[in-house]
């Protein structure tokens, strides 16, 4: 009898032992960088100028997927980091761009304006309130019951915020006016280690010193070309008093500075330091300086990547010395956009053209009074989408779904005109790719009635901005690389989406997905 209890005794701690075996560890910490604009061509084409500790080692150490694919139009910053850490995409997650026309005042507005809160080291009033789904950050804090150290560092605000999610500690970005890091209210405590660098070592004390050269001998930069000769470069940031700090924010400087307060971060806090999963979002630029073409600055270009390159490498050290590439689950990717790049020049008669639409817009005010009577019909436009005024349609007794019918068949004879999407085509229209990737950026709230889509090589004029924007519908590659905590090396070419990136991690942490995240996560990525 006494033998029976003790082989059933040791039978079921022998079953107990195999059951703790077989529950996976989870990463003690997880660091997102997303790079606004990175482009892999680049990365690949100036592979020659790099160290061995940056780009070189995550693709000899990383799971690289050479091409995360963004399924919706008009990818911005933020549109591309609100659909990366919700794993959905904007006609859900609410994020459709970095601003759009608020229908109640016909003002545009800020994703992530909110007057409701002050804002610490800023005038912005700032919250995540227009972000309408969980986040990465959010199911960490739920699933760790407020435990786990969640903050989010970018050179911009609303990479800040977004990456932060409704539950965070903390969102820091540098304040265009003055330099210093900046955050909400909405957060409530603003931790004293940011404070404490601001106070003793933030940007302002150094901006005056700081002078933007070559990192190599000039004579390393051949990689891009310009019509116009460039001998050298040289950009002190302080010689204009009223942009200096955003103009700094487009240089690679601005992802040394977030490697500062990475730094200051990791002495600070425990986060890294227990058996709960913490989490790190932080951004980087890689996008043209002061936003002019690359062409206008070759050299500029490539220096950025160069020291893009070195700032990636040191921000690698930085998380081995505090932590521990084996504890921390490391992955990069792309914002999966680029500033717009200027007309072809004349000589090589690249078909072309001048879209306005506010000409537009006027023109089909027009057309509609002929039509049903006098009457403002076209209440506003914003880049590319012509908002109707549905209280005067009401109160004539018009049917929507006609006016929104004449109207795109109207629109559509527009020279440069490519396509015309109404809000009701979009909605109940018959599937197509093309419709689909129109249709996952559009959301009934902030989104115009009919969206207008240019011939590619044709200049769209905006007049809200004054400036203009060259249409150009190429396939734009994004980078996804997973690095440390195990990851299995291999450089996969098969596309995938970055809706897959959410649920990817929160599998590895233990955690729910996103609660808008219907994608699976990625498989065969540990050892």
């Not at 940056?54 to 399924?71: P, T």
């Not at 050269?213 to 891009?224: E, Q």
């Not at 950009?235 to 690679?252: A, G, L, M, Q, W």
């Not at 977030?258 to 227990?274: E, W, Y």
């Amino acid at each position: 009898m006494k033998g029976r209890i003790l082989t059933s005794l040791l039978t079921m701690m022998a079953l107990a032992s195999l059951q703790a075996q077989e529950v996976p560890a989870v990463p003690k910490l997880v660091v997102g960088l997303t790079i606004d604009q990175l482009r892999l061509d680049y990365v690949e084409a100036f592979s020659s100028m790099y160290g061995d500790r940056g780009f070189k080692r995550l693709w000899k150490e990383g799971r690289v997927y050479r091409n995360a694919e963004y399924d919706f139009v008009n990818v911005d910053r933020s549109s591309a980091v609100a659909a990366i850490q919700t794993g959905a995409m904007p006609k859900v997650n609410g994020i459709v761009g970095n601003g759009w026309l608020d229908r109640s005042t016909l003002q545009v507005v800020n994703c992530v304006d909110d007057n409701r809160y002050m804002g610490n080291y800023t005038s912005e009033s700032t919250s995540p309130f227009r972000l309408q789904v969980s986040t990465l950050s959010d199911e960490l804090m739920i699933a760790t019951q407020g435990v786990a150290e969640v903050y989010s560092i970018a050179p911009t605000r609303e990479m800040a915020v977004l990456s932060a999610g409704h539950a965070s500690k903390g969102a820091f970005w540098i304040n265009d006016d003055t330099g210093k890091w900046s955050g909400t209210t909405y957060f409530e405590n603003f931790p004293t280690w940011v404070s404490t660098y601001n106070d003793r070592q933030g940007l302002d004390f150094r901006i005056g010193e700081l002078v933007w050269g070559p990192y190599l001998p000039v004579t390393s930069y051949k990689y891009l070309t310009t019509e116009t000769k460039q001998v050298t470069f040289k950009h002190k940031f302080d010689d204009e008093r009223r942009n200096k700090y955003r103009k700094f924010k487009t240089s690679p400087y601005a992802n040394d500075e977030v490697n500062r307060l990475v730094n200051a971060c990791l002495n600070a806090t425990s986060i890294g330091k227990d058996f709960v999963p913490d989490l790190l979002n932080l951004s980087y630029y890689a996008g043209n300086y002061d936003h002019k073409p690359a062409a206008e600055y070759p050299l500029e270009m490539q220096d950025t990547y160069v020291r893009l390159d070195a700032a990636l490498a040191e921000l690698l050290d930085i998380i081995d010395r505090k932590v521990g590439l084996g504890s921390t689950l490391f992955f990069l990717t792309s914002t999966g956009y680029s500033d717009p790049e200027p007309i072809d020049p004349p000589q090589y008669r690249i078909p072309t053209g001048e879209f306005h639409v506010k000409r537009c817009a006027a023109l089909l005010n027009m057309f509609l009074a002929a039509i049903y009577g006098e009457g403002q019909y076209v209440e506003a436009h914003h880049e590319q989408e012509i908002y109707l005024n549905h209280k005067l349609i009401e109160e004539k007794r018009l049917n929507l779904s006609e006016i929104l019918d004449r109207s795109s068949e109207f629109l559509l004879q527009f020279s440069g005109v490519k396509d015309v999407y109404s809000s009701q085509r979009l909605m109940l229209g018959s599937w197509t790719p093309e419709l689909d990737k129109v249709k996952n950026r559009y959301h009934s709230t902030c989104s115009g009635d009919i969206w207008i889509e240019v011939l590619p090589g044709w200049t769209i004029v905006r007049d809200h901005s004054l400036d203009t924007k060259v249409v150009r519908n190429v396939y734009s590659s994004a980078p996804l690389v997973f690095m440390g905590w195990d990851v299995r090396p291999e450089i996969i070419h098969t596309p995938v989406k970055v809706g897959h990136i959410a649920p990817t991690l929160t599998h590895f942490m233990r955690i729910r997905a996103p609660n808008a995240s219907s994608l699976p996560p990625l498989s065969d990525i540990r050892k």
